[in-house]
């Protein structure tokens, strides 16, 4: 059998031209990168803006566990077979970020036969969208202590300061540190910490900007501290936001490449789900729909987060309105929210299915409240028996869904085409989205929403002083703004372990961030990192170049 890596390896890609003029894309339209990738100009976009929009198929899943789902191997899958069926198909990914590549989770171009490529690229440096994000978010950091340094004309008080750095890598010893150490050349000592760089507000402001004017604009909005007089101070104020924007110039613009069938791909932008809003660029996705018949997107880990956070804040945000939702399991998975250990997930085990698929059946409750019509894609492993596919199969249809096997891992998008047309069928059917919350409610309100009726929790409690901070938030006239939840992706509840459909637990909020750039607050709950760490045996261990210079152990 070959790896995922072989099989990437042996694809027979187009040049990147080519699949841009499948798009109506002329070659003056793109920027390449090489012979396989390339980024769709500015002015191509502009161009675009006018056009009627395709429909959004929304691809998310159940919670993740170690058997895994393979909700970007759907995703793909599911593009191919769009096309294979006569539909004009897009699809939208986000970039792959180091840290997970290094530490456990592995790259994100899907898997099989239904891969985007140029993989090996793809999850590590990519066109450098990562590296100007990085960069950008750093600019302001070090503008920051530059200013206080120079006089702090802008009379910042030091322990007000709430911008951290970041860096695209796992590295739990830079949550906490001082900076400013060694004496008066080298600034003011203050405690601050690095942040994973796909947390950053600069990446989420990336990923919902719709052109570089409003990119700038939002980057200007960004608040960086508070003044001695408790009033907020800006990046606009430190004179930051046009140096940032020249630095993102070229990474706002969306990145083309192809699956292994190739038809296209746009793969930008990558904020996590359990920190952060989890989907990737507004820009693309916009671009995507003038471009075709159908956009495949994703949101990150289970529906509970991606999903939620697709819906409450891009679609809120960017205007989007999905036809249909594609809900991602795998009979493995299942198992495991059922009580079944990994080492014994090949063996037939009906009644863990059964177990199992209330986690699957508060998903499909939780989309129901958003109005979106679902249908559920099983992504099939050989394993699976006849007898646990019907117990999957039966329980969505006492749920009123249509379960699907999809073979698009082994087949590609040949795979998937019974569930295209599922999907087809649903998407013509016709959606009217329903937000989860007005933009009127009061912030501590939005969040006790999402964990009630999307986490089922019986109460939200929060830290001393966090209500005072968001009533401050909202006399200052952010209280519109949607809520992001960061919080652990394993469980409905804050804690990891907790498998299955936990109800009547409390969500902690420990911190509450503003984002004020990217237009909504963080709230974040129970133990969940901002900048993760690396496992006890990280990926990066297995990972170098062989004898003829190519890379292994990435996939």
Known sequence: MQSDIQIARAARKRPISQIAAGLGLGGDQILPYGHDKAKITHDALAVLSGRPEGRLILVTAINPTPAG??????????????NRIGKRATICIREASLGPNFGMKGGAAGGGFAQVVPMEEMNLHFTGDFHAITSAHNLLAAMIDNHIHWGNALRIDTRRVTWRRVMDMNDRALRDIAVGLGGPANGF?????????????????LCLARDLAELNDRLGRIVVAEDMDRRPVTARDLGADGAMTVLLKDALQPNLVQTLENNPALVHGGPFANIAHGCNSLIATRAALRLSDYVVTEAGFGADLGAEKFLSIKCRLGGLSPSAAVLVATIRALKMNGGVAKADLAQEDVSAVTRGCANLGRHLENLAQFGLPVVVALNHFDGDSPAEIAALQDYCASHGVQAVPARHWAMGGAGAEDLARAVVALAEGGAALRPLYADDMPLWDKIETVCTRI??????????????????WEAAGHGPMP????????SFSTDPGLRGAPEGHVVPVREVRLNAGAG??????????????????PAALSIRLDEDGQVEGLF
């Open 483 to 490: 809520v992001c939840i960061a919080k652990t992706q394993y």
């Open 520 to 537: 909504f607050v963080v709230a974040i709950c129970g133990q969940i990192m901002t900048m993760p760490g690396l496992p006890r045996v």
């Open 189 to 205: 000592a203050r405690q601050t910490g690095f942040d994973i760089t796909v947390a950053s507000e600069v990446m989420a402001i």
């Open 455 to 472: 986490y089922r929790a019986a109460r939200v409690e929060a830290a001393p002083g966090i209500r005072e901070q968001l009533a401050a």
């Open 69 to 82: 789902e393979g909700k970007t191997t759907t995703t793909v899958g599911l593009g191919d077979a769009l």
